[in-house]
């Protein structure tokens, strides 16, 4: 296990920045996220961890080892990505005793390992099965068993969990912070999806356009969040953003900013801001709202209301909770301060 530290790290391809003066410290047994939209050099990243690109600026330090120009082979480096590339003509018990042979474990050994990490992964019963007798699940189960058998220093995850349907998504990510839990090694998950990272990230890095734009513990970044981008990219639904110019009821919040409130800190009243709806989503016992204020989409999310409610065109009356309310500069998006 080790300590990660990227260090103004920089990655360009001809003109493009992929990451811009990147600087994180992992600490050793940590489980970090990187979280962002596409594009915005999650992948860069991970790769010039593992090994797979150099930077074009800045070093890489695995503990106090300087890592930056080694190779993947030399890092004690275990990846899972989406796609799982197993071997199709090996069972699963041979897929997983796959690094251990090449690494020339005696077979006594390799055995224990294999049956060890079935065992955590609970797919003892399906190791004699070749790749394409697996389903989805069942092959990423194998291709983490190929990743943890070996004991590696570091864990990177690339969108693991992003070819799975929901239901095996949900049951994954439980199981990966299970692994997580037991063999406590050091990893690095890049994904895009914020539920992901906010369940499986002891903490998160949120990255936009290649740049790093805040890293904490998920609730602190969801309850604090540095900057709009960052507002609006953790929570389901979206945080709201308004311009606070183009809504008198907003104008003691001053001129220049952004209004932030969350879809679940705005209530229907009897009397308030008038709304008319324009569509509504009915999920489970949450019902979310999309109201229409002006040339506006206002996003709410309710319970309890009457089937007759939700057609378009019914008027609703809002209110925002003031001590909610987040606060953006309008021009650079930075938080000037929350109530
Ligand atoms: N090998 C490459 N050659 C050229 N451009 C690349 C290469 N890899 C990534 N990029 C560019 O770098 C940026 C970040 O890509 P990537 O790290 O794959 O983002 P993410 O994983 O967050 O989707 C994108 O603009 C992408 O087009
Ligand atoms: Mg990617």
Do not use: W
């Not at 990655?11 to 970090?32: C, H, Q, R, W």
């Amino acid at each position: 296990m080790s300590s990660v530290r990227i260090e103004n790290v920089t990655k360009k391809f001809g003109k493009v920045f992929a990451v811009k003066d990147l600087s994180l410290d992992i600490k050793e047994g940590e489980f970090m996220v990187f979280l962002g939209p596409s594009g915005c050099g999650k992948t860069t990243i991970l790769r010039i961890v593992g090994g797979l690109e150099t930077p074009t600026k800045g070093r890489v330090y695995f503990g106090d080892k300087d890592v930056t120009n080694f190779r993947p082979k030399d890092r004690n480096i275990a990846m899972v990505f989406q796609s799982y590339s197993l071997y199709p003509h090996l069972t699963a018990y041979h897929n997983i005793a796959f690094p251990l042979r090449i690494a020339g474990k005696k077979k006594e050994i390799i055995k224990k390992r294999v049956m060890e990490t079935a065992e955590l992964l609970g797919i003892k019963d399906l190791l004699h099965k070749r790749p394409r007798e697996l389903s989805g699940g069942q092959s990423q189960r194998v291709a983490v068993g190929r990743a943890i058998v070996r004991e590696p220093t570091l864990f990177l995850f690339d969108e693991p969990l992003s070819n799975l349907d929901a239901k095996l998504r949900v049951q994954m990510r439980a199981e990966l912070a299970h692994i997580h839990n037991e063999l406590k090694i050091t990893s690095v998950y890049v994904t895009h999806d914020q539920i992901e990272a906010m369940t499986l990230g002891q903490r998160i890095a949120v990255l936009k356009d290649g740049v790093l734009q805040q890293v904490g513990k998920p609730m602190e970044v969801y309850e604090n969040p540095k900057n709009a981008f960052v507002a609006s990219f953790l929570g389901s639904p979206a945080m709201n953003l308004l311009e606070g110019k183009k809504f008198s009821f907003l104008s003691s919040y001053g001129k220049n900013k952004l209004v932030g409130i969350r879809p679940s800190d705005i209530s229907i009243v009897k009397s308030g801001i008038e709304t008319t709806l324009d569509a509504a989503e009915v999920i489970g016992n949450e019902i979310i709202l999309y109201l229409k204020l002006g040339d506006n989409i206002i996003t709410v999310k309710t319970k309890s209301l009457k089937p007759s409610q939700l057609k378009p065109g019914t008027k609703f009356y809002i209110k925002f909770n003031k001590e909610k309310i987040y606060l953006f500069n309008a021009d650079t998006g930075e938080k000037v301060k929350s109530s």
